[in-house]
Structures are given as C-alpha cells and as structure tokens.
DNA sequence: ATGGTAGCACGGCTA
C-alpha cells in the first residue's frame, strides 16, 4: 500500500496538479493540507472521478485537511481532541483496511507558529501563534499516546511545520529564530518521536539536500533553498512493512504547483 | 526595514 501527504496549498487552484500528480504516483491513500475549502464547495470531481473514497474536514479560507482512499475509510474522526474553543480544522483521523492489516491513518496541519512573540521571560507570550503551535503539539502528544496504545499499524503524516534537523534547510542559519526550527517546537517534535515514532524518510535516506517545500519567493525551487517539514511518522508495527519512501521532488516543477510536494511511503499491506 | 509570491475571495490575513 503506498500512503502519501501533500500540502496543495488551495484545492481549487490545484485541482489540475492534483489530477497529474494522482495519475503519475497511484497511491492508495493521501492526506492533505491546506485545502483552504468549506467541506461544501471541495471540487470532489477530481478525486471520486479516479475512484477515491474522500473525507474532508474543511474551513472557509484557511487551513483544512483531508483524506483520500481507493479502499473504503473506517471510524473517521475530525478534530484534534483536547480544546473544544480550537475551531481550526487541522486533524483527521481514519482506519484503512489493506489485504494483510488494518492501518490508523491520521493527517495533520501543524500550525506555522510565527510570529515568535516571546514576553519578558522568554516564554512564549499567551495568545500568540507560537503559544498556539506549541499547546496544539502538547495536545498532539496526549492524542499520540492514546493512539500507542493501539496494537496496530500507525501512520501520522502531514504538514508538521518543523524543520527536525539542520541538515533539513538548505541555509539552517537562516532559520534558527523561526517557529519552524526553534528548539521548543524541535523538542516537542523530538518527544512524540520518542514515544516510538520512526521518520519513514530517514530510515530510506541520509544526508542533506532533500525538501519539501520552497517559497514561492526569490525563485527559491531554482536555487534548491527549501526545507523538509512534511513528514510521515510511524509506529513500530507500520515502521516494520516499511519498504520505501520518498519525496517527489519533480512536483514543484509542474505547472502552477503547490509550494510543497509530496512526500509518500510504501507499506507491505 | 522592506519586499519578494500565492490562495481565498474581494479586504486582509496567512504562509
């Protein structure tokens, strides 16, 4: 089963690019992000059309995440738990049943977190998006180790919004007081990896130079100036039918692409 | 310090 994470970056201005992108990879199942789209008016033609089941958890204008499966979605859960006043649409959940196991799939935006606003203490200041970010990853966390709990394959993908690494930026200086690459949100990141998670990308390859998204600014793709911040994270029964991932780089050179590409792995189920 | 680009939706926010 080949499971894949895309931010689309507005699925009504990349309705096209989805449809090229689906018709080259043939995945099974993906995640997206940043649909900016009501459940109401998603273009659902371009996914049903090629035979996906689709579950959407939308938000006019912003954000807004959803699923997509050539095999039938299970126990689908929008949401992420933990703050009922959270009306940002950034976390679905579903179970996909393949040939062999049953996977848990569950799609995630994590929140950007600039501005960095830092009060006196240098705490983040309460109210900001860097506060938000940060609660909305501890919220993450709890969610995660209910879902360890689970004796079954897990695959948490998505637009994290975190840069893991130095060697994940082409110029790590130029991120070291951004909220994608600051200690507390690599720290954060860092705790859920070692509730038991394996980076799917870097059990596949080492060393710098691979990304996942460029500005659109300053002809960034040209210059390859990006960072890795989508990410498939999975637990150790996933993590063990793992036999390949990788990052479709060639996406950003389509015709008006999304600022990310894909990112997919590919599972023995 | 600013401006550089893009999406949504039509003004300004988000990234």
Redesign the pocket.
């Known amino acids: 089963m080949k499971i894949a994470s895309f931010n689309i970056?507005?699925?009504?201005?990349?309705s096209a690019a989805l449809g090229r992108w689906l018709d080259e990879a043939q995945p099974d199942l993906v995640v997206l992000q940043?649909?900016?789209?009501?459940d109401e008016?998603f273009p659902r033609e371009v996914i049903e059309e090629r035979g996906y089941n689709l579950e959407t958890h939308g938000q006019?204008?912003?954000?807004g995440v959803a699923i997509l499966s050539k095999h039938p979605l299970e126990d689908v859960t929008r949401g992420l738990p933990g703050d009922e006043s959270d009306t940002?649409a950034r976390w679905i959940e579903a179970t996909v049943g393949g040939p062999t196991h049953a996977l848990r799939v569950c799609g995630l935006y994590l929140?950007?977190?600039?501005p960095v606003e830092l009060d006196s203490e240098g705490q983040p200041k309460g109210g900001g998006?860097y506060a938000y970010k940060l609660d909305w990853m501890a919220r993450m966390e709890a969610r995660l180790r209910e879902l360890m709990a689970l004796e079954m394959p897990l695959a948490l993908m998505g637009?994290y919004?975190i840069i893991p690494q130095a060697e994940d930026a082409t110029r790590p200086d130029a991120w070291r007081d951004d909220a994608l690459f600051l200690l507390p949100s690599r720290e954060a990141f860092r705790r859920m990896i070692n509730l038991g998670l394996t980076d799917a990308f870097r059990a596949c390859t080492s060393g710098p130079g691979h990304y996942t998204f460029w500005?659109?600014?300053?002809g960034a793709f040209e210059r390859n100036d990006g960072i890795r911040i989508d990410h498939i994270l999975l637990n150790a029964y996933a993590a063990d039918l793992l036999i390949d991932c990788r990052i479709d780089t060639e996406v950003r050179a389509g015709e008006?692409p999304?600022?990310h590409v894909p990112i997919w792995a590919e599972l023995a189920l």
């Open positions: 970056n507005g699925i009504k201005a990349r940043e649909i900016k789209s009501t008016a006019k204008g912003f954000n940002q929140p950007n977190g600039n998006k637009d919004n500005d659109y600014q300053a008006k999304s600022d």
